[in-house]
């Protein structure tokens, strides 16, 4: 994971692009699955930013912390497809020492409007590999006592491996959701507690690199130029890829 961890003692080095490279040595041993204290204010607060809550996909056996996931389908306003975790934020992640800013966050993925959430597709991982990234980003601060923050980028293993056979993703970025309204980021809980809303990005092999060589604010900067946006769409540009060659 990159760039930051909560445990400095599995530091690996730098990268030219200045991230802090980690590996992680194993999983912290695993507690019995924790509440879910505010998935009504997590509910609430999807669908008065977002939209109508579609439906839920519901974890029957959890590891450490229940990780559901809501669809929003595509509205008027924004014709694509939101899906929203809750249960991340049950337990506060291991911020560094001095860190600011609240340790508990839910993610967000944006898909194509016409992507596939019925229960025969998802038996297909090319239509179900969105829920298992979510689930993967949202439990990883948990089992490896780390967190999750800005400009972080996730490869899948090691070494990377495409989500499924249909897609070239082989890592994400966390960023703050481009396709919801500025105050979807922020939840403030009845208990004084805040919640933040992150969105992951699947990115290319090459956007991964380009992120690590030359840091957030180049791959942020040909994103842009790409007009990529948050959409998890196997279609888009290639922000990497000049039209000659890489970077």
């Known amino acids: 994971m990159s760039p930051h961890s909560g445990n400095p003692d ?6 030219p692009g200045g991230s802090r ?36 996909f519901q974890e029957i056996v ?18 694509c497809l939101r899906l ?16 600011g800013g609240p340790d508990r966050m839910e993610l967000m993925i944006t898909l194509p409007a016409d992507w596939r959430t019925d229960q025969t597709s998802f038996q297909d991982e090319n239509w179900y590999w969105p829920i298992r990234l979510l689930k993967f980003l949202a439990r990883l601060p948990h ?16 070494p990377p491996a495409p989500y499924a056979s249909n897609v070239r993703f082989d890592g994400a970025i966390i960023l703050p959701p481009l396709s919801a309204p500025d105050d979807f980021g922020r939840l403030e809980l009845e208990d004084g507690g ?9 990115l290319y092999p090459e956007e991964m690199a380009l992120k ?16 990529a946006g948050d959409i998890a769409d196997p279609r888009r540009a290639n922000a990497a890829k000049k039209r000659f060659g890489l970077f």
């Not at 599995?10 to 990268?15: F, L, R, T, V, Y």
């Not at 805040?194 to 699947?202: D, K, R, S, Y």
């Not at 900067?221 to 007009?227: N, S």
């Open 10 to 15: 599995d530091e690996q080095g730098i990268a």
């Open 21 to 56: 490279l980690f590996r992680h040595g194993g999983q912290r041993s695993r507690d019995a699955t924790v509440a879910a204290p505010h998935i009504e204010e997590i509910s609430r607060h999807i669908e008065t930013h977002l939209g109508e809550i579609g439906g839920v």
């Open 62 to 79: 959890s590891d450490g912390v229940r990780i559901d996931v809501h669809a929003v389908p595509p509205t008027v306003e924004l014709p």
């Open 84 to 99: 929203v975790t809750s249960g991340m934020s049950d337990l506060p992640m291991a911020m560094p020492e001095g860190m």
């Open 143 to 158: 089992l490896y006592d780390t967190w999750l923050g800005f400009g972080h980028t996730i490869p899948n293993g090691d």
């Open 194 to 202: 805040t919640i933040v809303f992150m969105t992951a990005l699947p």
């Open 212 to 227: 690590l060589d030359c840091g957030t604010d180049a791959l942020l900067e040909r994103l842009d130029k790409r007009k």
